[in-house]
């Protein structure tokens, strides 16, 4: 399991607000409220101050797709620093959720003005890059029973110095078919299978056991 940058996780949320200024929002949306979606405009980039964001792209045909499940401490619509011009996905609030909105042209200025704060956003923006390239694997070479497995590591963050979550984010099984790429019946039956091996338990929400881990690591 890949360890994202300590310096990436433990960005200084109350720093960048102070250094962000007059350009910055901090804009809290509801529960499956759409922060931004497919097409329209992009001009800024957010950072999730908390709460969780999902992710998703939609094909010409109408199927939907997760690629991201995003939380505290995470940045998203940065694309639109490397130029691009409108929204490549859709990002919706999981839960109530409070992010940090900065403009492109300030988000920039401040990346030349202030090297500490480019250095953590580089970090943090290679190992999401990272991800990508681990999650590409993933679908190309795994089962979708390791895929579902490194799904739910990754949402608990595991591997992660802060302390795991002890409980999920609640998350359907329809979301989890998503992003793992396969059908619904195919996560239930995968999910009670790790229920009944003791890798994940439900209490008060889902709980996802360390053991899960040798699920990726058999062969």
Request: a positive charge; glycine letters at 8%; hydrophobic letters at 45%.
């Amino acid at each position: 399991m890949p360890r994202t940058p300590k310096t990436a996780r433990r960005f200084d949320a109350q720093a960048f607000l102070a250094s962000a200024g007059a350009a910055r929002r901090v804009v809290e949306f509801a529960k499956n409220a759409a922060i931004y979606t497919q097409g329209e405009p992009a001009d800024t980039v957010f950072y999730i101050q908390r709460g969780n964001v999902k992710l998703s792209v939609v094909s010409p045909v109408g199927k939907e797709a997760v690629v991201g499940m995003l939380g505290p401490g995470d940045f998203f619509g940065e694309g639109c620093l490397a130029g691009q011009q409108v929204r490549m996905g859709t990002a919706t609030a999981r839960g109530v959720t409070a992010t940090v909105a900065v403009t492109r042209a300030k988000m920039l200025r401040l990346l030349r003005q202030q090297p500490t704060m480019s250095s953590l956003f580089i970090t943090y923006i290679l190992a999401r890059n990272i991800r990508i390239e681990e999650d590409l694997v993933d679908q190309l070479f795994n089962s979708s029973e390791k895929r579902l497995a490194r799904t739910l590591l990754l949402l608990s963050r595991y591997g992660q110095d802060d302390q795991p979550l002890s409980v999920l984010p609640a998350v359907s099984q329809e979301t989890l078919a998503e992003i793992v790429g396969t059908t619904r019946s195919r996560v239930n039956f995968f999910m009670n299978k790790f229920r009944r091996l003791g890798f994940i338990e439900y209490a008060d929400g889902l709980q996802v056991n360390r053991s899960l881990l040798s699920v990726i690591l058999h062969d």
